[in-house]
């Protein structure tokens, strides 16, 4: 009789080599050890200033347009903290906003990264792909399917806007010649030229052609649940009567980032998709910002969406993005393609972080993101308690946390995002009547004491403005 002799791949001899392993334990280790001096908020070192200041200028110049923050990373930072090349600690509320769910310099995503560098190429692709891919691709379909059997398939790709380009050429073609789409009034949904026709935001397509038609529903309003639902439900069936047949999808940012952190109801958005499920035209999420960010994974699951979605897209917290679509509209071959799918490392710490966001005490109503955002919400109700004129808000759900300093202009919210910024608190503005100042803290890494700091962070510099 034959024995089966158990065959071994090079990589996985060279994975469990001992010397590679406790080569990655000692450079975690030494990261460890040098991250431990970043501890809190700090302001810059003197002898930095002027060279700082001088590479801030070259970046400015180099990218064609100012940075928005002067902020060169030095590529070291600790939990939610991060040094910068002046020699300066932010507290980073904003991540990138909303990339870094567990902050920086985490021990267990370097680790997931070193052993990603020890892959035979830097980017997968197309055409090359490793097994990081399948399992990557296979774990969010399990995760996203964990109530309902929404989808069946899952295609990566490197930007939140590619993701979303892919979902709309799949509902295009499964719904051609439709070649209209309906968004909410403030979306944003990124910058490419389709997506910034989409985007309600005429100031980023000045001078760009028409690639696209675009007809708008107004969103839900909490002021008036019942009136803004139904003011919604009228617009949208105008639209379908007056271009029969001309939509192919409806797309729904669940809660508006850009626009300020607004969220809809169950309900709203219930009424909506069904009506959009009679004249067959697709569901679509635009999750790029809400993933990982609300009570549940998925935001869609989080509103109980999910015997109506047809299609989501999601980036920024997963390192690699994905469209998720149905069976039904598979599309056919050559229509999706690209050459990067992500880079190893990108896509092994997307693995990880959707390993230990599942495994950990993050979602549910009392989950961790839920009680920190109460935490948020009850230390900014506090101030707008003690200094009525100061603020409105807050406003979000979970980890997207914002509020409206003074009376909302655009200005006062970038003076209020500045001096968060100089005295050390990473935040950034969204909406534009009302302008707000908005949090996208690292659902990781955040405790309790970090949310304390911005809070009193937060104090002091809408003090400032106010006197
Ligand atoms: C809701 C939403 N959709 C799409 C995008 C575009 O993602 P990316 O910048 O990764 O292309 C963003 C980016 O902020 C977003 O917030």
Known sequence: MMTEIEEKLGSEKLNEDPQLTSAVTTIVDRIRVHSSSIDGIRPAFDSKRLSYEEAISRFNEVRGGNLYFPYIGSGLGRGPFVEL?????KLDFINGIGTHPFGHSHPDLIETALHAATSDTVMQGNLQQNREGLAFSEALLAAANRCHNTFQHCFLSSTGVMAGENMLKIAFQARQPASRVIAFENCFAGRTLSFSQITDKPAFRVGLPSTLEVD?????????????????????????????KEHAAFIYELIQGEGGFNPGTTRFFRTLMEICRE????????EVQTFARTHSLFAFQHFALDELVDGLWIGKSSQTCATLFKSEHKPAPGLLSQTFTSSSGALAVGNRILELLTEGDYFGSHGRIAR??????????????????????????????????FEGTPQQAQAMVKTL????????????????????WPVGVTQPRHIDIALHKIEAALSKHAS
């Open 85 to 89: 090349e002046d020699g300066s600690v």
């Open 216 to 244: 708008y529903v107004p969103f839900f309003d909490e002021s008036d649940p019942l009136g803004s639902t139904e003011r919604a439900a009228e617009r949208l069936k105008e639209h379908l009567k007056r271009r029969p």
């Open 279 to 286: 004249h067959e035209v697709l569901n679509l999420c635009d």
């Open 372 to 405: 920190l955002a109460e935490r948020f919400h009850e230390g900014l109700n506090a101030i707008r308690r003690d200094h009525p004129n100061w603020i409105r808000g807050p406003y979000g759900i979970g980890a997207m946390t914002a509020f409206t300093p």
């Open 421 to 440: 910024f100089e005295d050390g608190l990473m935040a950034f503005v969204a909406g534009s009547s009302p302008a707000r100042v908005r949090f996208l």
